[in-house]
């Protein structure tokens, strides 16, 4: 880690980037090396972003080894960056509300892509009310390799696509690999990851029959809750 004081609300982010890693971890929203977290690290905390290390686990982070890097892109501490951390910059442009970033490999979402989703702009239909309030429209991105460039471009042009219909994404499903997840803080976006990844799996678990909100419930939803669908 740099030599240079960090403020307490750095160090802060460094805990909470183990806390939420580790919690995934346990739970099985991650296993082995895959996955892997960011966040935006505030300009009165020196700017730029933390990202967990290439093949670290994300169950076992070390916080003084997370990759530090400034705003110019350039690393200045820890270890190696993950491969995406190009992807979650692009996310981080496009979003200015965005201050977290997860990626899983969580089986049920990979298991729902391998045997077919609900349509590209909607992997899962919406069929409770928490799905549509607290994670909205979720699209597939045809498969690329991971660390791919065309996914971050895919991505950014999804984003400006839905805020042009005036809804928010905040996540996408990449077809084969899995979700990439961001909210405004860590907690915001692993509880989203949950929310989608408990939905694939009751969509899965129900034979792919369960039948979606009436639309005029979704409109109550829209009109009390101001979810974005």
């Not at 805990?15 to 296993?31: A, D, K, M, N, P």
């Not at 972003?49 to 530090?68: E, K």
């Not at 969580?106 to 799905?131: A, C």
């Not at 839905?162 to 994404?169: I, N």
């Amino acid at each position: 880690m740099s030599s240079v004081t960090e403020t307490e609300h750095l160090i802060f982010l460094r805990q909470e980037i183990c806390r939420i890693g580790r919690s995934l971890f346990e739970r099985g929203y991650v296993h082995g090396s895959t996955g892997n977290i960011s966040v935006r690290v505030p300009q009165v905390d020196g700017g730029g972003f933390l990202i967990t290390p290439t093949d670290a686990c994300l169950g076992f982070l070390d916080s003084a080894r997370l990759s530090r890097i400034n705003a110019q892109g350039e690393q200045i501490s820890g270890d190696r960056a993950s491969k995406t951390l190009v992807l979650h910059r692009r996310i981080y442009d496009c979003d200015p509300q965005a201050g977290c970033v997860v990626h899983t490999h969580s089986s049920w979402l990979v298991d729902l892509t391998l045997r077919g989703v609900w349509s590209k702009d909607d992997i899962v239909p919406p069929i409770t009310p928490y799905y549509v309030m607290k994670v909205g429209h979720v699209p597939l991105v045809e498969y690329c390799r991971p660390g791919a460039p065309a996914v971050a471009d895919t991505i950014e042009q999804l984003i400006h696509s839905y805020r042009a219909k005036g809804l928010s994404l905040r996540a996408v499903m990449c077809d084969k690999l899995g979700p990439q997840v961001w909210g405004a803080n860590p907690s915001i976006a692993m509880a989203t990851l949950e929310e989608l990844e408990e939905t694939a799996k009751l969509w899965l678990r129900g034979g792919c029959a369960a039948k979606p909100l009436a639309e005029s419930s979704i409109q109550e939803l829209r009109e009390l809750f101001k979810a974005s669908w």
